[in-house]
């Protein structure tokens, strides 16, 4: 099982970007899904998280920005981003538990920048 994340990128700020991520091999069964980021010199940090029937968590810093959707027939969770900030620079990280395994994807960068 893989998780393969895309979408990632330079942006100015207040600008959008819309992550993507895929969960590809031998898949069972999908439960909660998200989105994590790591800014440098900082701990990886919760951005946003959805369950299986579609309830979505947000951290503070991103409420009324950022939206978390997934497709449970393409077995993909994406992450609109808007009204981007220099702050939200970081490589971003898909996560999913996936056959009640716990999986990361590579990073994605984000870098929010005039």
């Known amino acids: 099982v893989q998780l393969q994340a895309s979408g990632g990128g330079l942006v100015q700020p207040g600008g959008s970007l819309r992550p993507s991520c895929a969960a590809a091999?031998?898949?069972?069964?999908?439960?909660?899904m998200g989105w994590y980021r790591q800014a440098p010199g900082k701990q990886r940090e919760l951005v946003a998280a959805?369950?299986?029937?579609?309830?979505?968590n947000y951290a503070g810093p991103v409420k009324g920005r950022f939206t978390i959707s997934r497709d449970n027939s393409r077995n993909t969770v994406n992450l609109q981003m808007n009204s981007l900030k220099p702050e939200d620079t970081a490589v971003y990280y898909c996560?999913?538990?996936?056959?009640?395994?716990?999986?990361w994807g590579e990073g994605t960068l984000v870098t929010v920048s005039s």
């Open positions: 091999g031998s898949i069972f069964s999908i439960n909660d």
């Open positions: 959805i369950t299986g029937g579609g309830s979505s």
């Open positions: 996560n999913g538990v996936i056959n009640k395994i716990n999986y």
